[in-house]
T-cell receptor, first 115, second 112 residues
């Protein structure tokens, strides 16, 4: 049973436009969410996170939105740049269940930003 | 520079051989993790360790073993019992409660 789902395997956008990557989760115990960016043959790098007490967190060109009632989060990148082309992973964890060291990852979305 | 190192970058082995992947961190993090990534898949947790001399199985621990004798090191052994060992292996560490994990560059293991 996949607890974190990224239903779009790929997304293509034009440089300068907005990229929106989506993530859904099923586990109500998840209360902290993270986005990672990964280039081929490299380890993922942490991008941005959000706690369930917030509905938005912004860091430069990156904004994450959380809709707890829908169990949905999204990552907005604006403006998109060719260097943003990578696989983006959504991850979730529960800080209240004693297993706050484990992250559950989605399968990732390949973002391609075309010049 | 603080970070996580994994060696080697590429590793080739014959079927039936055990192989050990190295992971070292100098971030002073308590927790360390091993994941594998397969094409079209997310990151699947193999083993994790919250503290020295302690570790727990992740979601796909069968055919793997680990040790955590030092805070800085968390080697992963891929045994001959692992049915599909060819994959990209990632090591990570974390030092806080909020779940942010920092990843090494990965090791691509090919078993033929």
């Amino acid at each position: 049973d996949q607890q974190v789902k990224q239903n779009s395997p790929s997304l293509s956008v034009q440089e300068g436009r907005i990229s929106i990557l989506n993530c859904d989760y099923t586990n109500s115990m998840f209360d902290y969410f993270l986005w990672y960016k990964k280039y081929p043959a490299e380890g993922p790098t942490f991008l941005i996170s959000i706690s369930s007490i917030k509905d938005k967190n912004e860091d430069g060109r990156f904004t994450v939105f959380l809709n707890k009632s829908a169990k949905h989060l999204s990552l907005h990148i604006v403006p998109s740049q060719p260097g943003d082309s990578a696989v983006y992973f959504c991850a979730a964890t529960s800080n209240s269940g004693g297993s706050n060291y484990k992250l559950t990852f989605g399968k990732g979305t390949l973002l391609t930003v075309n010049p | 520079d603080g970070g996580i190192t994994q060696s080697p970058k590429y590793l080739f082995r014959k079927e039936g051989q055990n192989v050990t992947l190295s992971c070292e961190q100098n971030l002073n993090h308590d927790a360390m993790y091993w994941y594998r990534q397969d094409p079209g898949q997310g990151l699947r947790l193999i083993y994790y360790s919250q503290i020295v001399n302690d570790f727990q199985k992740g979601d796909i621990a069968e055919g793997y073993s680990v040790s955590r004798e030092k805070k800085e090191s968390f080697p992963l052994t891929v045994t001959s019992a692992q049915k599909n060992p060819t994959a990209f292996y990632l090591c990570a560490s974390s030092g806080g409660q909020l779940g942010e994990q920092y990843f090494g560059p990965g090791t691509r293991l090919t078993v033929t």
